[in-house]
């Protein structure tokens, strides 16, 4: 499918802002998913849970204006691109200052850039948005998010080969992906891509072979699991990109390990056969 790009480009510069308290239930909604000792879950008054913030200012758009993915439809803040499949393929988050529960915090976000190119598969596009988070404190969280769109496959396809995980493991998690965490994650983000619960449409319309793990989700998983290996750290910056997707079922590890830089942790997410499906950097004080 030819793209227009020139015309896709006019979206670049679009801006939306909007104004939110972070409230304490999607918070411990995702400690429960994350299957968090109901001890360790923080308060009201504490700061916010690494990419805690995916729970809030989800879109609320109404129902006659969702597209056949589940997604919102396309054309007011995003561009309208003609490509049915899409997908987060990763974040650059810096964090600044603290985000804390119940306070108001505003969010403006900015498409940033738009590229078209032709791949193996057909045509491609790329969409990077800018988030910025601020509170009375000035921007606390700017993160940079990564979209692609393209084609629905001909056919279904297998489980696609994946590169192999780093070795040296410093921690450790094993997760096991079932659809009833799929649903809750879903559920605390207000995420309707039917790529997550619907099954049919997962295999038959985009080609999976089966559900799809959130992105967002195995992120949390590892920066989470960063975070209970490293109590006393601070994370400074995270970033991640999807390398494969992983399946309802498959069971996965979140791992990590520090760099030979100070301050500085490789993390990853891989099948229990060791073939790679994230890859991830954090940086802490």
């Given at each position: ?139 606390a969280l700017e993160e940079e998010q990564d979209l692609v769109y393209r084609d629905n496959p001909p056919a279904a396809t297998g489980v696609p080969e994946r590169k192999p ?50 992105g967002q989700l195995i992120a949390t998983f590892l920066i989470d699991n960063w975070q209970r ?57």
């Amino acid at each position: 499918m030819a793209l227009d790009l020139e015309y896709l480009q006019k979206w670049i510069g679009n801006t939306e802002k909007a104004e939110e308290e972070l409230e304490l239930w999607p918070v411990t909604a995702m400690m429960a998913a994350l299957d968090v000792p109901v001890e360790d879950w923080p308060k009201r008054g504490a700061t916010l849970p690494y990419t805690a913030h995916w729970n809030y200012f989800v879109p609320r758009v109404p129902q006659s204006k969702i597209d056949s993915d589940g997604h919102p439809q396309r054309g007011d803040f995003l561009p309208p691109i003609p490509l049915p499949r899409r997908m987060w393929a990763g974040s650059r988050i810096k964090y600044h200052n603290p985000l804390i529960i119940g306070e108001k915090v505003t969010k403006t976000s900015t498409v940033q850039d738009i590229k078209v190119k032709e791949g193996k598969s057909g045509s491609l596009a790329f969409v990077t948005v800018k988030h910025a988070y601020s509170n009375t404190e000035g921007v606390a969280l700017e993160e940079e998010q990564d979209l692609v769109y393209r084609d629905n496959p001909p056919a279904a396809t297998g489980v696609p080969e994946r590169k192999p995980a780093p070795e040296g493991a410093a921690w450790s998690r094993e997760i096991h992906p079932d659809t009833p965490l799929l649903f809750r994650y879903s559920a605390v983000t207000f995420n309707a891509h039917k790529i997550h619960y619907d099954h049919p449409y997962a295999t038959e319309v985009e080609g999976y072979p089966a559900l799809i793990v959130h992105g967002q989700l195995i992120a949390t998983f590892l920066i989470d699991n960063w975070q209970r290996n490293n109590p006393n750290s601070t994370a400074t910056q995270f970033s991640f990109r999807a390398m494969s997707p992983l399946f309802c079922g498959e069971t996965f590890k979140a791992e990590g390990k520090p760099t030979e830089a100070e301050n500085e942790g490789e993390l990853w997410a891989c099948t229990t056969s060791g073939g790679l499906t994230m890859q991830a950097n954090v940086a802490w004080k």
